[in-house]
């Protein structure tokens, strides 16, 4: 049902959802049903009233079988829906970020902070997507479609809200009823009280949140500490990859700082982990340098 969510873009009511030949029935058997009752008010004898009360259970009847062919069939598309989720308990992650995650995993209900780097938590959407999972994306305008699909994103469960205003933990709060994984860009101050209700909610619904900043009591925080581009040389060339350290730590020393090196991105655009410098030593690395003011 969710992609009818997304299609209709809002709810219908019991009465909309009929078929129009059933609404044309149910219309035609309530204009019977008023002329039954005013030929009853008028002295009609009780064999007419008799034979109203019939035709009225009848229709009750067809209603009935109608609702439960439909009952039926829902049930159905949601065991087919089902059968394509993924496993709640821990949603696959890159394995170039498995090193740096408890249990090599995105935990559902869990939540995650990514300070400043787009591509890094786009990174942590890749293979829980291609597994089949729903993400969103809130509040992220800069976050790149075409880039997502090269990176095995999933578009067609994808969700984006680019600009959400002020109500961005509100969206964010209602994508975690439908998607796995919900990244949003906190766009104000987070209060205790609105973290400890969304986490209820992650828990409720198997969810994770990837948050592009800074995150109160984030269970895992995965920051871009060293960064070094490659490909320029002496005045000349492009920048080709970059060579970054992403370090990961849990909130008050539960998880135990660990870091890694990865290309973010290698040459070829992917995400991966970076060969050890004493194999690529060939390699032209860019370094900064101090510049006088």
């Known amino acids: 049902m969710i992609e009818h969510m997304f299609e209709y873009e809002g709810m219908q009511t019991a009465a909309a959802l009929r078929s129009p030949d059933e609404r044309g029935d149910r219309g035609r058997g309530d204009l019977e049903h008023i002329g039954r009752n005013g030929a009853a008010r008028s002295g009609s004898g009780a064999a007419g009233a008799g034979a109203g009360a019939g035709v009225r259970a009848s229709d009750h009847v ?15 598309r949601v065991a087919d829906m089902e059968a394509t989720r993924v496993d709640t308990e821990g949603l696959p992650t890159a394995d170039a ?24 938590a786009q990174t942590m959407l890749q293979a829980a997507s291609a597994a089949g999972a729903w993400c969103a994306v809130v509040g992220v305008p800069s976050f790149g479609v075409e880039a997502a699909a090269a990176a095995g994103i999933d578009l067609d469960r994808l969700v984006l809200v680019p600009d959400p205003g002020d109500q961005w933990l509100a969206v964010t709060a209602a994508l975690a009823d439908v998607a796995q994984i919900v990244l949003t860009r906190p766009l104000g101050r987070v209060v205790p009280g609105d973290v400890a209700r969304l986490s209820a909610r992650l828990r409720q619904r198997g969810a994770a949140l990837v948050a592009l900043g800074s995150w109160p009591g ?4 995965l920051r871009v500490t060293e960064s070094h581009w490659s490909g320029i040389g002496q005045g000349h060339g492009y920048l080709t990859e970059r ?41 032209r690395v860019l370094r900064p340098v101090a510049v006088a003011s």
């Open 218 to 221: 984030a269970d895992v925080t």
């Open 243 to 283: 060579r970054v350290t992403v370090t990961a730590s849990g909130r008050a020393g539960a998880v135990r700082p660990t870091s890694t090196e990865l290309l973010l991105p290698a040459a070829d655009g992917s995400v991966r982990a970076a060969v050890p410098v004493a194999a690529s030593a060939g390699a």
């Open 97 to 120: 970020l498995a090193p740096l995650l408890p249990g090599g995993a995105i935990r559902a209900g869990g939540t995650y902070s990514v300070p400043e780097s787009v591509l890094l």
């Open 62 to 76: 067809s209603a009935a079988r109608a609702a439960l062919d439909r009952i039926t069939s829902l049930r159905s």
